[in-house]
């Protein structure tokens, strides 16, 4: 229920990945490595543990993709910056990221995900020689229930707004 964050436990961790790459081998080609570590855990374990399973996992399948981040927010580039100096950009293959902006309430607007995804990747460039990191939006969208919640019609306007006018930043 932890974080694996000292060796015995990073080392355990990378035996849990060897597995699941062994198991689903030549079936499954995508592995993200944690989900949101970001919620309580620091930038420099997760970067130690990914340089730990990226290879790792390679030897098992050159074909793996590995991904990592599952970053949360679009309001913590903290985190990410901080992977990117520590090397950890080198240990996956994609980055994931959730880029909720609805908490702006009015300013959190599919434009508004667009600057930060520009954003993110000017922060990136540096540490990729240049090049935009691959990134894949896997949690998005713009509730319509709750105290930061906008209206249903907004939020599927929201939502399509963003995938139509955005196709090339989606895989």
Same mark, same amino acid.
């Given at each position: ?90 240990? /996956? ?5 959730? =880029? ?5 309430? $009015?300013? !959190?607007? @599919?434009? %508004?995900?667009? +600057? ?8 990136? /460039? ?5 090049? =935009? ?5 896997? $949690?998005? !969208?713009? @509730?319509? %229930?709750?105290? +930061? ?23």
């Amino acid at each position: 229920g932890r974080y694996p964050v000292d060796d015995a436990a990073q080392a355990a961790f990378v035996r849990y990945s060897e597995f699941v790459a062994r198991y689903f081998k030549g079936r499954v080609y995508d592995l993200e490595v944690w989900n949101e570590w970001n919620q309580h855990g620091n930038p420099r374990d997760y970067a130690r543990l990914l340089s730990k399973v990226y290879p790792a996992l390679k030897r098992i399948d050159p074909q793996i993709r590995v991904i990592g981040g599952a970053v949360e927010g679009a309001g913590r580039p903290d985190f990410i910056a901080t992977l990117a100096r520590e090397g950890a950009l080198s240990s /996956m293959d994609l980055l994931s990221v959730h =880029p909720y902006v609805f908490w702006r309430g $009015d300013s !959190g607007t @599919p434009q %508004a995900l667009v +600057r930060w995804l520009d954003d993110l990747q000017a922060v990136l /460039m540096p540490y990729r020689n240049s090049r =935009p990191m691959p990134l894949l939006l896997t $949690d998005i !969208g713009w @509730p319509s %229930a709750g105290k +930061r919640g906008i209206p249903p019609a907004r939020a599927a306007d929201y939502a399509s707004l963003f995938t139509v006018e955005n196709q090339a930043l989606l895989f």
